[in-house]
């Protein structure tokens, strides 16, 4: 069974652009989170989606948003990227979102700010 | 808000030794779940600890959970040095939901 993908690995951007980055969950499961990971911050989580609808949100600025596919797969976008931005991007599947489940994280993205 | 901290931050030790890494989280939650991260890599579950006096074991490492005094250890014993790594808890709260909170992470390194 193939694990969580994610695209693209690496991004190198300027401020002031957009992003959008990619998760393709295990096939069968249905919610997929987002968290951003940096030295300074540590692991924070970004949003959770679960059938097409955001079921959970973190603290993070209007900027981020993401979205949920009918096939599962989600996208989140960064407007107008800060250098503060660049961090690891990771997101995570199971198969219902319940608390009880084991999370699979995908290998992240790797996002750069200049 | 819900906080959790791990201590200690930093940990080296020789193979063969036996240690303990300690997580505390700040609010009534009864689900508690250990990470492993290598350098460069994504996260790797190790634990999902649901109720008080939880306890699971894999291989060397051994997690336990204590509701009551909001506490998680992650137990080493006999260290090797494929157990190098940063190890993160994490916590929860309220039914179906994702918006876990992370400790600090715990880096790890064994020396040979």
């Known amino acids: 069974k193939a694990g969580v993908t994610q695209t693209p690995r690496y991004l190198i951007k300027t401020r002031g652009q957009q992003v959008t980055l990619s998760c393709s969950p295990i096939s069968g499961h249905r919610s997929v989170s987002w968290y951003q990971q940096t030295p300074g911050q540590g692991l924070q989580f970004l949003f959770e989606?679960?059938?097409?609808?955001?079921?959970n949100k973190g603290n993070f600025p209007g900027r981020f948003s993401g979205r949920q596919f009918s096939n599962s797969r989600s996208e989140m976008n960064v407007s107008t990227l800060e250098l503060g931005d660049s961090a690891l991007y990771l997101c995570?599947?199971?198969?219902?979102?319940?608390?009880?489940?084991?999370?699979?994280f995908g290998p992240g993205t790797r996002l750069l700010v200049l | 808000e819900l906080k959790v901290e791990q201590n200690p931050l930093f940990l080296s030790m020789q193979e063969g030794k036996n240690y303990t890494i300690y997580c505390n989280y700040s609010?009534?939650?009864?689900?508690l779940y250990w990470y492993r991260q290598d350098p460069g890599k994504s996260l790797e579950s190790l634990f999902v600890?649901?109720?008080?006096?939880a306890v699971k074991q894999e291989g060397r490492l051994m997690a336990s959970l204590d509701t009551k005094a909001r506490l998680s250890t992650l137990h080493i014993t006999a260290a090797v040095h494929d157990l190098s790594a940063t190890y993160f808890c994490a916590t929860s709260r309220g039914p179906g939901t994702y918006k876990y909170i992370f400790g600090t992470g715990t880096r790890l390194k064994v020396l040979a």
């Open positions: 609010t009534t939650s009864d689900r």
């Open positions: 989606y679960f059938s097409e609808t955001q079921r």
């Open positions: 995570a599947s199971s198969f219902l979102g319940g608390y009880q489940e084991t999370q699979y």
């Open positions: 600890l649901l109720s008080n006096g």
